[in-house]
């Protein structure tokens, strides 16, 4: 393997993946990099050499180069052992943000340390003259014929790859199925890359309704004519399942790794039961030309491709041309004509797409009805009911159950989901309904981060200016209408939170799965998301036979999807501020049998009676204090159901009980016959005693709804400042409420007006007060 030399150091940058392009020696007294200032005392290593670094853009040398400039993977080795070496890595992409939260690059020895791990030394990074530059050190190591391998993050390589397939042909070479639930294993090329490389499709399901039927050979796909494409089945969806249409994001093949795994686990319970109920079609790599060449995220051409899922053309994007034929094929059931197939070759193909962005969709529909440009929401209703039933139609036809892209991000923290948006509230659920049991399944998976909003289906790209529209998460949409289309983003380097999960229904109710702080994350990490993400599709269905629901604080998936009304009520409302419904203890109205289907306002249950679970009101209501929460069902509720204070008057029943004991005191007497005489004397209650009985009953009174009429709004406006317009306000004088904790207070109980009924009342009280203290 030939490399690069400079002052007896060799680098190696002619292998799969690698990436680099020039170095050049630097001199001591020529080094730009600052040291940073750990300690007064001790003095700064001096480096033994130092090195200046240059990776090779995307499509470097071509026509088709671009700005890309993050992924870097070479290798070297030492003349000498024990030697301190400087790396200074220039003109990388601003990745400063990430470098900032403990991004570090990854290194293997060979021979040596096999296993990649991240460096020792904490990388420093800076910006000079507009350039972004990473400088590390290391020390080579002992034996001077190994080679120190260093890269971006853990590498997963094409030749990786071939290796990982080759062994599972292998285990499956003589495999003989003897049971229905045994693993059906088929591995074919599905198409070639530009660069000539075979693009793999594999297909993993159990013998359940499997059928003597083959499956069609699809129209310019699946070149090798002698090979036999895999059985059809009946009564199974499909599961679709790509990775690595960038080819620097690595992590994507790790998750993907884990889940392969886990279909391919003969004994595991939930591997069973997914291929039993689910046919998986999985593409490991969808950009192999880019992966080889150490591209970071574009093809050959210069191309992201995963932003040419809704117009790929055969000849520059075979990839993408057979995933999105793949697709088709299994949503309808058969081979349907594509309009793709009329221009192959022709780059400006007829379809009737749009890349245009959110603003440009905003602001650029025309109303059948009006003649005039309307907004996309004030558009004809007509046009919009159209759309959404085809759309429901061929979601509910579908023989997709679910499709999922991988992928790797560098600047959000932790692992999370994409989906799309969509007007009803069910379908918003739905696509919901999955990132969430993956925070449940998995320690690192952020749902706070997940993004459901329909400006992240037509953003822009900053780079090259292309639509989020032609992404395969929403491309299939378009085609198929699936609700359940995602992608799936991990952090090349770690995340904001740890989740707490459930034990399963096979362990003990104490036991509970937690770490500490949000770890580095590993190809392990990654994994492990791969396998969650298995159990994750089993419970959207309720047919995990290790689930976690039953011990969660949702204790089924109806108690779950209640929740996620609400949090989608409140992800649509964001442009009304006091709509926001509180979430907790929801779960608790589905133990109750109180499903909160079509309400978005719902009380506590019984065993939290102290508080409402939703403080909602209507845009037009004002809230003038925290206590207060003005809501006409709130109301209602109240009226109705006055338990809501039930807790807090019997708190007052049981003062009021004490102090009429503290009245009386018992005393024992004999009469002339010898016999007992009880006699109760009275005794005058204490100041303290009589100010908090009096206390207690006002606050009886004052518990209620105070109506407002129009009349009185012109008092409350001189009193308490301009109207909004309030119709009523509920007061909630609770146990913990401030008026209990500053009861001796004198502005504790503000008044709402001088013209309310109990006004005059506590006027009364106050007095009567004044009078007892003189």
């Known amino acids: 393997m030939e490399g690069i030399e400079c002052s007896g150091f060799t680098f190696y940058n002619e292998f799969d993946s690698a990436n680099l392009a020039k170095?050049?020696?630097?001199?001591?007294?020529?080094?730009?990099?600052?040291?940073?200032?750990?300690?007064?005392?001790?003095?700064?290593?001096?480096?033994?050499?130092?090195?200046?670094?240059?990776?090779?853009?995307?499509?470097?040398?071509?026509?088709?180069?671009?700005?890309?400039?993050?992924?870097?993977?070479?290798?070297?080795?030492?003349?000498?052992?024990?030697?301190?070496?400087?790396?200074?890595?220039?003109?990388?992409?601003?990745?400063?943000?990430?470098?900032?939260?403990?991004?570090?690059?990854?290194?293997?020895?060979?021979?040596?340390?096999?296993?990649w791990e991240r460096i020792r030394d904490k990388p420093i990074y800076n910006t000079v003259d507009d350039i972004f530059t990473l400088s590390f050190k290391f020390k080579t190591p002992e034996n001077v014929q190994s080679i120190t391998y260093f890269a971006f993050t853990y590498p997963f390589s094409y030749t990786d790859l071939q290796k990982l397939l080759t062994n599972i042909d292998l285990k499956f070479e003589n495999y003989v199925a003897n049971y229905e639930d045994d693993i059906y294993y088929h591995k074919e090329v599905?198409?070639?890359?530009?660069?000539?490389?075979?693009?793999?499709?594999?297909?993993?399901?159990?013998?359940?309704?499997?059928?003597?039927?083959?499956?069609?050979?699809?129209?310019?796909?699946?070149?090798?004519?002698?090979?036999?494409?895999?059985?059809?089945?009946?009564?199974?969806?499909?599961?679709?399942?790509?990775?690595?249409?960038?080819?620097?994001?690595?992590?994507?093949?790790?998750?993907?790794?884990?889940?392969?795994?886990?279909?391919?686990?003969?004994?595991?319970?939930?591997?069973?039961?997914?291929?039993?109920?689910?046919?998986?079609?999985?593409?490991?790599?969808?950009?192999?030309?880019?992966?080889?060449?150490?591209?970071?995220?574009?093809?050959?051409?210069?191309?992201?491709?995963?932003?040419?899922?809704?117009?790929?053309?055969?000849?520059?994007?075979?990839?993408?041309?057979?995933?999105?034929?793949?697709?088709?094929?299994?949503?309808?059931?058969?081979?349907?004509?594509?309009?793709?197939?009329?221009?192959?070759?022709?780059?400006?193909?007829?379809?009737?797409?749009?890349?245009?962005?959110?603003?440009?969709?905003?602001?650029?529909?025309?109303?059948?009805?009006c003649k005039v440009k309307m907004c996309r929401r004030c558009r004809s209703a007509e046009i919009v009911k159209d759309e959404e039933e085809n759309i429901e139609v061929n979601a509910n036809e579908s023989g997709l159950f679910l499709y999922i892209d991988l992928h790797g991000h560098a600047s959000k923290k932790g692992i999370f989901m994409y989906g799309n948006h969509f007007q009803d509230l069910d379908r918003n659920v739905d696509c919901m309904l999955l990132p969430k049991l993956m925070s449940m399944n998995n320690h690192n998976f952020h749902f706070t981060a997940c993004n459901f909003t329909e400006r992240n289906m037509y953003l822009r790209d900053r780079r090259d200016g292309m639509s989020r529209e032609g992404s395969g998460r929403v491309a299939v949409l378009k085609l198929t209408g699936l609700t359940k289309s995602y992608t799936l983003e991990c952090n090349y380097n770690t995340g904001r939170i740890v989740n707490v999960l459930p034990p399963t229904i096979k362990e003990s109710h104490n036991k509970v799965h937690t770490i500490l702080v949000p770890p580095k994350y590993t190809p392990q990490i990654f994994e492990e998301v791969g396998r969650s993400l298995g159990a994750s599709i089993l419970d959207l269905t309720g047919q995990n036979p290790c689930s976690r629901i039953p011990n969660s604080e949702f204790h089924s998936i109806s108690g779950l999807k209640d929740w996620l009304r609400i949090y989608c009520a409140n992800e649509m409302d964001e442009t009304r501020p006091h709509s926001k419904i509180k979430l907790r203890n929801l779960a608790g109205l589905h133990n109750q049998g109180k499903p909160s289907h079509g309400l978005l306002l719902k009380t506590r249950p019984v065993s939290a009676p102290k508080r409402l679970a939703s403080r909602a009101r209507p845009a037009t209501v004002p809230i003038e204090r925290k206590e207060n929460m003005a809501v006409s069902s709130a109301a209602a509720m109240l009226v109705s159901q006055p338990s809501c204070s039930h807790h807090s008057t019997n708190n007052d029943n049981a003062k009021t009980f004490r102090l009429n004991k503290m009245k009386t005191k018992t005393k024992f007497k004999r009469n002339v016959s010898g016999e007992r005489k009880i006699v109760r004397k009275q005794i005058k209650p204490t100041k303290k005693a009589m100010i908090g009985k009096e206390m207690a009953e006002e606050r009886k009174k004052l518990r209620e709804i105070c109506i407002e009429t129009k009349s009185e709004e012109k008092l409350w406006k001189d009193e308490a400042g301009p109207s909004r317009g309030a119709t009523f306000i509920v007061h909630n004088f609770a146990k913990n409420s401030t008026f209990v904790k500053c009861k001796f207070k004198k502005h504790s109980l503000r008044r709402l007006t001088k013209s309310t009924p109990d006004a005059g009342k506590v006027d009364k009280v106050k007095k009567r007060k004044k009078l007892k203290s003189k």
Request: proline share 7%.
């Open 190 to 369: 599905v198409c070639r890359s530009l660069g000539g490389r075979d693009i793999h499709l594999l297909t993993v399901s159990s013998y359940h309704g499997i059928t003597p039927e083959i499956e069609t050979r699809l129209k310019n796909l699946f070149p090798d004519k002698n090979f036999r494409r895999p059985f059809k089945f009946v009564g199974k969806k499909v599961v679709f399942v790509s990775a690595r249409v960038h080819p620097g994001e690595t992590p994507s093949s790790f998750v993907f790794n884990g889940f392969l795994n886990l279909l391919l686990t003969r004994d595991d319970p939930v591997a069973i039961m997914l291929r039993r109920l689910y046919v998986f079609k999985m593409i490991p790599f969808l950009n192999p030309d880019g992966v080889v060449l150490g591209h970071y995220r574009t093809d050959t051409r210069g191309v992201n491709l995963n932003r040419v899922y809704l117009n790929p053309v055969l000849a520059q994007h075979p990839a993408v041309y057979a995933a999105r034929a793949l697709i088709r094929y299994y949503h309808f059931g058969y081979e349907k004509e594509d309009a793709l197939d009329k221009s192959q070759g022709d780059a400006t193909i007829s379809v009737k797409v749009s890349n245009m962005s959110l603003e440009e969709k905003e602001g650029g529909v025309w109303c059948a009805k």
């Open 23 to 115: 170095v050049v020696y630097v001199h001591p007294n020529e080094s730009v990099i600052p040291v940073p200032n750990t300690s007064t005392k001790s003095t700064p290593e001096v480096p033994d050499a130092e090195f200046n670094l240059w990776t090779k853009p995307d499509c470097c040398g071509t026509e088709y180069e671009n700005g890309n400039r993050t992924w870097f993977y070479f290798g070297i080795k030492a003349h000498s052992p024990c030697l301190l070496v400087r790396l200074n890595i220039v003109d990388l992409n601003r990745q400063g943000k990430m470098y900032s939260q403990g991004m570090a690059p990854v290194y293997r020895i060979i021979p040596g340390k096999m296993q």
